[in-house]
Protein backbone atom coordinates (compact mmCIF):
# COMPACT_ATOMS: atom_id res chain seq x y z
CA UNK A 1 0.00 0.00 0.00
CA UNK A 2 1.20 3.55 -0.78
CA UNK A 3 -1.45 5.86 1.39
CA UNK A 4 -0.61 8.54 3.29
CA UNK A 5 -2.44 9.60 6.52
CA UNK A 6 -2.19 12.99 7.77
CA UNK A 7 -2.39 14.45 11.26
CA UNK A 8 -4.47 17.18 12.62
CA UNK A 9 -4.70 18.98 15.68
CA UNK A 10 -8.11 18.63 17.08
CA UNK A 11 -8.87 22.82 17.30
CA UNK A 12 -8.06 22.65 13.29
CA UNK A 13 -10.38 20.78 12.16
CA UNK A 14 -13.36 23.30 11.82
CA UNK A 15 -10.58 25.09 9.74
CA UNK A 16 -9.11 22.34 7.60
CA UNK A 17 -12.69 20.83 6.71
CA UNK A 18 -13.95 24.71 5.14
CA UNK A 19 -10.94 24.89 3.54
CA UNK A 20 -11.48 21.33 1.72
CA UNK A 21 -14.90 21.89 1.06
CA UNK A 22 -14.12 24.94 -0.87
CA UNK A 23 -11.90 22.53 -2.43
CA UNK A 24 -14.87 20.45 -3.81
CA UNK A 25 -13.82 17.77 -1.34
CA UNK A 26 -16.48 15.70 0.92
CA UNK A 27 -15.14 14.45 4.82
CA UNK A 28 -16.20 11.27 6.03
CA UNK A 29 -15.72 8.76 8.83
CA UNK A 30 -13.89 5.66 8.19
CA UNK A 31 -16.88 3.95 10.20
CA UNK A 32 -19.33 4.87 6.98
CA UNK A 33 -17.48 2.35 5.27
CA UNK A 34 -16.64 -0.50 8.47
CA UNK A 35 -20.49 -0.55 8.01
CA UNK A 36 -20.69 -0.95 4.83
CA UNK A 37 -17.86 -2.33 2.45
CA UNK A 38 -19.43 -2.00 -0.18
CA UNK A 39 -19.21 1.70 0.11
CA UNK A 40 -15.41 1.87 -0.80
CA UNK A 41 -15.94 1.19 -4.12
CA UNK A 42 -18.32 4.05 -4.99
CA UNK A 43 -15.82 6.44 -3.18
CA UNK A 44 -14.24 9.06 -6.13
CA UNK A 45 -10.76 9.86 -4.63
CA UNK A 46 -11.07 12.92 -6.32
CA UNK A 47 -13.71 14.43 -3.78
CA UNK A 48 -13.40 12.40 -0.78
CA UNK A 49 -11.33 12.22 2.43
CA UNK A 50 -11.70 9.74 5.17
CA UNK A 51 -11.40 10.02 8.46
CA UNK A 52 -9.73 7.48 9.98
CA UNK A 53 -9.63 8.56 13.78
CA UNK A 54 -12.51 6.18 14.47
CA UNK A 55 -10.72 3.35 14.73
CA UNK A 56 -8.73 4.70 17.56
CA UNK A 57 -11.94 2.27 18.72
CA UNK A 58 -10.20 -0.89 17.96
CA UNK A 59 -7.34 -1.20 20.04
CA UNK A 60 -6.77 -5.14 20.09
CA UNK A 61 -7.30 -6.12 17.25
CA UNK A 62 -6.29 -2.76 15.59
CA UNK A 63 -3.27 -3.84 13.47
CA UNK A 64 -5.26 -6.56 11.60
CA UNK A 65 -8.68 -5.05 11.24
CA UNK A 66 -7.26 -1.80 9.63
CA UNK A 67 -5.25 -3.81 7.35
CA UNK A 68 -8.36 -5.68 6.11
CA UNK A 69 -10.45 -2.52 6.16
CA UNK A 70 -7.88 -0.24 4.41
CA UNK A 71 -6.65 -2.34 0.99
CA UNK A 72 -9.75 -1.81 -0.84
CA UNK A 73 -9.13 1.99 -0.79
CA UNK A 74 -7.56 3.60 -3.41
CA UNK A 75 -3.81 4.70 -2.70
CA UNK A 76 -4.69 8.03 -3.87
CA UNK A 77 -7.55 9.02 -1.32
CA UNK A 78 -5.88 11.32 1.61
CA UNK A 79 -5.96 10.02 5.09
CA UNK A 80 -6.70 12.12 7.85
CA UNK A 81 -6.60 11.51 11.66
CA UNK A 82 -6.25 13.16 14.99
CA UNK A 83 -2.96 14.10 15.94
CA UNK A 84 -3.98 12.25 19.54
CA UNK A 85 -3.58 9.09 18.73
CA UNK A 86 -0.41 9.54 16.42
CA UNK A 87 2.01 7.43 18.47
CA UNK A 88 -0.79 3.98 18.46
CA UNK A 89 -1.35 4.76 14.95
CA UNK A 90 2.21 5.14 13.53
CA UNK A 91 2.75 1.64 15.13
CA UNK A 92 -0.11 -0.47 14.39
CA UNK A 93 -1.10 0.73 10.65
CA UNK A 94 2.80 1.12 9.80
CA UNK A 95 1.85 -1.06 7.02
CA UNK A 96 -1.10 0.75 5.69
CA UNK A 97 0.64 4.17 5.45
CA UNK A 98 4.19 4.98 3.91
CA UNK A 99 4.24 8.64 4.33
CA UNK A 100 3.15 10.82 7.27
CA UNK A 101 2.57 14.41 7.07
CA UNK A 102 0.71 16.98 9.62
CA UNK A 103 -1.48 19.36 8.79
CA UNK A 104 -0.70 23.10 9.60
CA UNK A 105 -3.38 25.71 9.91
CA UNK A 106 -2.80 29.45 8.22
CA UNK A 107 -2.79 30.72 11.51
CA UNK A 108 0.58 28.56 12.36
CA UNK A 109 1.95 29.19 9.00
CA UNK A 110 1.33 32.96 9.00
CA UNK A 111 2.98 33.22 12.23
CA UNK A 112 5.94 31.12 10.96
CA UNK A 113 6.49 33.87 8.20
CA UNK A 114 6.24 36.75 10.67
CA UNK A 115 8.38 35.16 13.04
CA UNK A 116 10.29 32.62 11.47
CA UNK A 117 10.54 30.35 14.20
CA UNK A 118 8.71 26.70 15.04
CA UNK A 119 6.70 28.39 17.65
CA UNK A 120 3.36 26.48 18.47
CA UNK A 121 -0.03 27.90 19.70
CA UNK A 122 1.01 26.97 23.31
CA UNK A 123 0.89 30.48 25.46
CA UNK A 124 4.07 28.91 27.20
CA UNK A 125 7.25 30.05 25.60
CA UNK A 126 9.63 26.80 25.70
CA UNK A 127 13.08 25.95 25.80
CA UNK A 128 12.26 24.40 21.94
CA UNK A 129 11.08 27.94 20.97
CA UNK A 130 14.40 29.51 20.90
CA UNK A 131 16.61 29.58 18.17
CA UNK A 132 20.01 28.91 18.09
CA UNK A 133 21.27 32.28 19.06
CA UNK A 134 18.47 32.61 22.08
CA UNK A 135 19.54 29.70 23.16
CA UNK A 136 22.97 30.88 23.29
CA UNK A 137 21.72 34.24 25.28
CA UNK A 138 19.67 31.38 27.44
CA UNK A 139 22.62 29.21 28.88
CA UNK A 140 24.87 32.47 29.43
CA UNK A 141 22.38 33.96 31.53
CA UNK A 142 21.47 30.21 33.14
CA UNK A 143 25.44 29.82 33.96
CA UNK A 144 25.38 33.69 35.47
CA UNK A 145 22.91 32.97 37.89
CA UNK A 146 23.26 29.84 39.64
CA UNK A 147 26.66 29.20 41.28
CA UNK A 148 28.73 26.37 41.08
CA UNK A 149 27.69 22.66 39.80
CA UNK A 150 29.82 23.32 36.78
CA UNK A 151 29.09 19.75 35.97
CA UNK A 152 25.20 20.09 35.95
CA UNK A 153 25.43 23.10 33.89
CA UNK A 154 27.45 21.18 31.34
CA UNK A 155 25.12 18.03 31.00
CA UNK A 156 21.85 20.25 31.00
CA UNK A 157 23.40 22.30 27.96
CA UNK A 158 23.78 18.90 26.65
CA UNK A 159 20.78 17.77 27.35
CA UNK A 160 19.32 20.51 25.90
CA UNK A 161 20.52 20.52 22.82
CA UNK A 162 19.49 16.62 22.37
CA UNK A 163 15.88 17.53 23.55
CA UNK A 164 15.40 19.83 21.05
CA UNK A 165 16.30 17.50 18.41
CA UNK A 166 14.59 14.91 19.16
CA UNK A 167 11.41 17.54 20.69
CA UNK A 168 11.46 18.48 16.75
CA UNK A 169 10.82 15.11 15.74
CA UNK A 170 8.08 14.55 18.24
CA UNK A 171 10.08 12.18 20.47
CA UNK A 172 11.06 13.50 23.23
CA UNK A 173 8.18 15.63 24.89
CA UNK A 174 9.09 16.55 28.08
CA UNK A 175 12.56 17.00 29.41
CA UNK A 176 12.82 15.49 33.02
CA UNK A 177 15.58 16.50 35.63
CA UNK A 178 15.56 14.79 39.08
CA UNK A 179 17.80 17.06 41.25
CA UNK A 180 18.94 15.34 44.49
CA UNK A 181 21.04 16.98 47.61
CA UNK A 182 21.51 18.42 50.44
CA UNK A 183 19.79 22.01 51.46
CA UNK A 184 19.96 25.39 50.21
CA UNK A 185 22.69 24.39 47.73
CA UNK A 186 20.48 25.82 44.73
CA UNK A 187 17.97 23.21 43.52
CA UNK A 188 15.04 24.93 43.18
CA UNK A 189 17.16 27.77 42.05
CA UNK A 190 17.81 25.65 39.33
CA UNK A 191 14.10 25.53 38.02
CA UNK A 192 13.99 29.31 39.11
CA UNK A 193 16.91 30.56 36.96
CA UNK A 194 15.29 28.81 33.90
CA UNK A 195 12.34 30.58 34.27
CA UNK A 196 14.00 33.84 34.76
CA UNK A 197 16.33 33.25 31.66
CA UNK A 198 13.36 32.18 29.82
CA UNK A 199 12.23 35.54 30.04
CA UNK A 200 9.09 34.41 32.39
CA UNK A 201 7.06 37.68 33.84
CA UNK A 202 4.57 35.91 35.84
CA UNK A 203 4.98 33.60 38.18
CA UNK A 204 7.34 29.83 37.77
CA UNK A 205 4.71 27.14 37.74
CA UNK A 206 5.62 25.01 41.73
CA UNK A 207 3.98 22.67 43.32
CA UNK A 208 5.83 21.59 46.86
CA UNK A 209 4.40 18.03 46.97
CA UNK A 210 5.61 18.01 50.86
CA UNK A 211 2.34 19.24 51.00
CA UNK A 212 0.57 16.09 49.08
CA UNK A 213 1.23 13.31 51.34
CA UNK A 214 -2.40 12.37 52.21
CA UNK A 215 -4.23 9.54 50.52
CA UNK A 216 -7.01 12.61 49.05
CA UNK A 217 -3.40 14.24 47.28
CA UNK A 218 -4.21 12.97 43.98
CA UNK A 219 -7.32 14.94 43.54
CA UNK A 220 -5.89 17.99 44.98
CA UNK A 221 -3.03 17.61 42.70
CA UNK A 222 -5.60 17.15 39.18
CA UNK A 223 -9.08 18.14 40.95
CA UNK A 224 -11.89 15.82 41.87
CA UNK A 225 -14.35 14.40 39.84
CA UNK A 226 -17.38 17.09 39.19
CA UNK A 227 -20.07 17.22 41.60
CA UNK A 228 -17.85 16.74 44.99
CA UNK A 229 -17.42 18.94 47.38
CA UNK A 230 -14.01 20.71 46.10
CA UNK A 231 -14.56 19.49 42.44
CA UNK A 232 -12.55 23.03 41.42
CA UNK A 233 -9.66 22.47 39.40
CA UNK A 234 -6.42 20.84 41.41
CA UNK A 235 -3.43 22.83 41.79
CA UNK A 236 -1.31 21.96 39.78
CA UNK A 237 -3.52 23.10 36.61
CA UNK A 238 -3.79 26.55 38.41
CA UNK A 239 -0.65 26.80 38.60
CA UNK A 240 0.49 26.02 34.87
CA UNK A 241 -2.29 27.94 33.50
CA UNK A 242 -1.49 30.71 35.16
CA UNK A 243 2.37 30.58 34.32
CA UNK A 244 4.13 32.21 31.08
CA UNK A 245 6.90 29.49 30.39
CA UNK A 246 7.16 25.85 30.20
CA UNK A 247 9.03 25.06 33.03
CA UNK A 248 7.41 22.86 36.26
CA UNK A 249 8.81 22.44 39.29
CA UNK A 250 8.08 19.96 41.94
CA UNK A 251 9.61 20.32 45.26
CA UNK A 252 10.19 17.69 47.70
CA UNK A 253 9.24 15.02 45.32
CA UNK A 254 9.61 11.86 47.65
CA UNK A 255 6.77 13.32 50.33
CA UNK A 256 4.25 11.86 48.25
CA UNK A 257 2.86 8.54 47.57
CA UNK A 258 2.33 5.80 44.88
CA UNK A 259 -0.85 7.02 43.31
CA UNK A 260 1.37 10.46 42.40
CA UNK A 261 4.33 8.66 41.33
CA UNK A 262 2.19 7.02 39.20
CA UNK A 263 0.07 9.69 37.90
CA UNK A 264 3.94 10.97 36.85
CA UNK A 265 4.81 8.25 35.55
CA UNK A 266 2.22 8.66 32.91
CA UNK A 267 2.74 12.91 32.77
CA UNK A 268 6.35 12.13 31.37
CA UNK A 269 5.22 9.18 29.32
CA UNK A 270 2.16 10.81 27.83
CA UNK A 271 3.51 14.64 27.84
CA UNK A 272 0.33 15.64 29.22
CA UNK A 273 -1.58 16.83 32.17
CA UNK A 274 -4.79 14.98 32.37
CA UNK A 275 -7.57 16.20 34.81
CA UNK A 276 -9.74 14.50 36.94
CA UNK A 277 -12.68 15.57 34.60
CA UNK A 278 -10.16 14.35 31.29
CA UNK A 279 -9.13 18.19 30.78
CA UNK A 280 -5.75 17.86 29.28
CA UNK A 281 -2.58 20.42 29.21
CA UNK A 282 -0.32 19.68 26.35
CA UNK A 283 3.10 19.65 28.32
CA UNK A 284 5.24 19.42 24.67
CA UNK A 285 8.79 21.04 24.87
CA UNK A 286 8.54 21.53 28.91
CA UNK A 287 11.09 21.06 31.28
CA UNK A 288 9.76 19.77 34.59
CA UNK A 289 12.90 19.81 37.19
CA UNK A 290 11.92 17.39 40.55
CA UNK A 291 13.88 18.04 43.44
CA UNK A 292 14.62 15.93 46.58
CA UNK A 293 16.98 16.02 49.81
CA UNK A 294 16.79 12.11 49.85
CA UNK A 295 20.32 10.56 49.56
CA UNK A 296 21.38 8.59 46.78
CA UNK A 297 19.87 5.14 48.39
CA UNK A 298 16.95 6.29 49.40
CA UNK A 299 16.28 7.49 45.93
CA UNK A 300 16.80 3.94 44.87
CA UNK A 301 14.09 2.38 47.79
CA UNK A 302 11.41 5.09 47.69
CA UNK A 303 11.22 5.87 43.51
CA UNK A 304 10.52 2.66 41.52
CA UNK A 305 12.62 1.86 38.82
CA UNK A 306 9.46 2.56 36.37
CA UNK A 307 9.61 6.12 37.57
CA UNK A 308 13.31 6.37 37.83
CA UNK A 309 13.96 5.14 34.30
CA UNK A 310 11.59 7.89 32.70
CA UNK A 311 14.02 10.64 34.43
CA UNK A 312 15.54 11.91 32.02
CA UNK A 313 18.32 13.09 34.22
CA UNK A 314 19.38 12.16 37.71
CA UNK A 315 22.29 14.74 39.45
CA UNK A 316 23.23 14.90 43.21
CA UNK A 317 24.18 18.64 44.08
CA UNK A 318 27.04 18.63 46.14
CA UNK A 319 28.17 21.36 48.34
CA UNK A 320 29.10 24.35 47.19
CA UNK A 321 32.58 25.38 47.00
CA UNK A 322 34.16 28.37 48.81
CA UNK A 323 34.58 30.48 45.98
CA UNK A 324 31.08 30.07 44.68
CA UNK A 325 29.84 31.29 48.09
CA UNK A 326 31.88 34.49 48.15
CA UNK A 327 30.04 34.99 44.84
CA UNK A 328 27.21 34.28 46.47
CA UNK A 329 27.97 36.58 48.90
CA UNK A 330 29.13 39.29 46.38
CA UNK A 331 25.78 38.85 44.77
CA UNK A 332 23.85 39.04 47.65
CA UNK A 333 25.46 42.35 48.78
CA UNK A 334 25.03 44.19 45.75
CA UNK A 335 21.37 43.22 45.18
CA UNK A 336 21.15 44.64 49.04
CA UNK A 337 23.27 47.98 48.38
CA UNK A 338 21.29 48.69 45.06
CA UNK A 339 18.17 48.69 47.17
CA UNK A 340 18.84 50.38 49.55
CA UNK A 341 20.12 53.23 46.80
CA UNK A 342 17.07 53.19 44.92
CA UNK A 343 14.88 53.23 48.28
CA UNK A 344 16.86 55.66 50.15
CA UNK A 345 19.09 57.90 47.87
CA UNK A 346 22.48 57.42 49.31
CA UNK A 347 25.13 56.13 48.07
CA UNK A 348 26.99 53.10 50.23
CA UNK A 349 30.56 51.91 50.00
CA UNK A 350 32.03 50.76 47.10
CA UNK A 351 32.37 46.92 46.78
CA UNK A 352 31.04 46.78 50.31
CA UNK A 353 30.97 43.19 49.69
CA UNK A 354 34.79 42.94 50.03
CA UNK A 355 34.44 44.17 53.40
CA UNK A 356 31.66 41.97 54.18
CA UNK A 357 34.02 38.85 53.27
CA UNK A 358 36.38 39.45 55.64
CA UNK A 359 34.15 39.31 58.52
CA UNK A 360 31.87 36.33 57.45
CA UNK A 361 33.95 32.73 56.86
CA UNK A 362 32.43 31.19 54.03
CA UNK A 363 33.57 27.79 54.89
CA UNK A 364 31.24 27.33 57.98
CA UNK A 365 28.20 27.81 55.58
CA UNK A 366 26.52 25.11 53.13
CA UNK A 367 23.18 26.27 53.18
CA UNK A 368 23.10 29.24 51.31
CA UNK A 369 19.99 30.44 53.22
CA UNK A 370 22.24 30.32 56.51
CA UNK A 371 25.01 32.53 54.57
CA UNK A 372 22.17 35.03 53.74
CA UNK A 373 21.08 35.77 57.07
CA UNK A 374 24.79 35.62 58.37
CA UNK A 375 24.80 38.87 55.05
CA UNK A 376 22.12 40.61 56.82
CA UNK A 377 23.59 40.08 60.31
CA UNK A 378 26.67 41.71 59.01
CA UNK A 379 24.59 44.40 57.04
CA UNK A 380 22.24 45.59 59.95
CA UNK A 381 26.02 45.82 61.88
CA UNK A 382 27.29 47.83 59.01
CA UNK A 383 24.27 50.45 59.26
CA UNK A 384 24.78 50.97 62.80
CA UNK A 385 28.44 51.11 62.59
CA UNK A 386 28.19 53.70 59.88
CA UNK A 387 25.61 55.56 62.37
CA UNK A 388 22.58 55.08 58.59
CA UNK A 389 19.37 55.36 60.33
CA UNK A 390 17.63 54.01 57.49
CA UNK A 391 14.16 53.61 59.13
CA UNK A 392 14.68 57.99 59.54
CA UNK A 393 16.74 58.29 56.11
CA UNK A 394 12.96 57.23 55.21
CA UNK A 395 11.22 59.35 56.97
CA UNK A 396 12.87 62.21 56.00
CA UNK A 397 12.63 60.88 52.11
CA UNK A 398 8.66 60.74 52.23
CA UNK A 399 8.04 64.13 54.11
N1 LIG B 1 24.11 27.47 43.54
C1 LIG B 1 23.38 28.55 43.80
N2 LIG B 1 23.37 29.59 42.96
C2 LIG B 1 22.61 30.68 43.20
N3 LIG B 1 21.85 30.84 44.30
C3 LIG B 1 21.82 29.83 45.17
C4 LIG B 1 22.58 28.65 44.98
N4 LIG B 1 22.36 27.83 46.01
C5 LIG B 1 21.48 28.45 46.80
N5 LIG B 1 21.16 29.65 46.32
C6 LIG B 1 20.24 30.62 46.94
O1 LIG B 1 19.97 30.15 48.27
C7 LIG B 1 18.59 30.02 48.53
C8 LIG B 1 18.25 28.57 48.78
O2 LIG B 1 18.50 27.78 47.61
P1 LIG B 1 17.48 26.73 47.02
O3 LIG B 1 16.11 27.10 47.42
O4 LIG B 1 17.74 26.51 45.59
O5 LIG B 1 17.94 25.46 47.85
P2 LIG B 1 17.56 23.92 47.66
O6 LIG B 1 18.79 23.22 47.20
O7 LIG B 1 16.36 23.81 46.84
O8 LIG B 1 17.30 23.53 49.17
P3 LIG B 1 16.11 22.66 49.83
O9 LIG B 1 16.51 21.24 49.62
O10 LIG B 1 16.15 23.04 51.26
O11 LIG B 1 14.84 23.04 49.16
C9 LIG B 1 17.88 30.60 47.36
O12 LIG B 1 17.51 31.89 47.66
C10 LIG B 1 18.90 30.62 46.22
O13 LIG B 1 18.75 31.80 45.51
MG1 LIG C 1 14.32 23.51 47.36
Known amino acids: MEKELTYFERID ?7 KESEGFLIESISDYIKDKNLIEQIDPLNV ?27 SILFIADIKHEETFNYELRYCFTKI ?3 KSKKDKSDDKVENTNKSKSKHKKITDLSEDELGVFFQEFRKSLYGHEKFKDDFFDLTKTFRVF ?9 SLFLLGESGVGKTEVAN ?19 YSSEFSLSSLIGSARGYIGSDDGEIFIRVRDTDIGVILIDEFEKSNATLF ?11 LVSSLAEEIDLDGFIIVFTSNISKEDF ?5 PELRSRFDYKCQFTLLYNEDKKKYVEFRVNSIVRKVNEKYKIQLEENLHERFLTQINVSDYNNMRDLNKKIKTVFVDYVTSEK ?12
Open 49 to 75: IIDITALSGYSASMQAFSEELLIPFDD
Open 262 to 272: NYFLDVLESGK
Open 101 to 103: DYW
Open 193 to 211: SIYKCLGGMKKLAKVNFGN
Open 167 to 175: NGIREHKIL
Open 13 to 19: FNEFREL
Open 300 to 304: SNKIS
Open 388 to 399: LALHELEKEISE
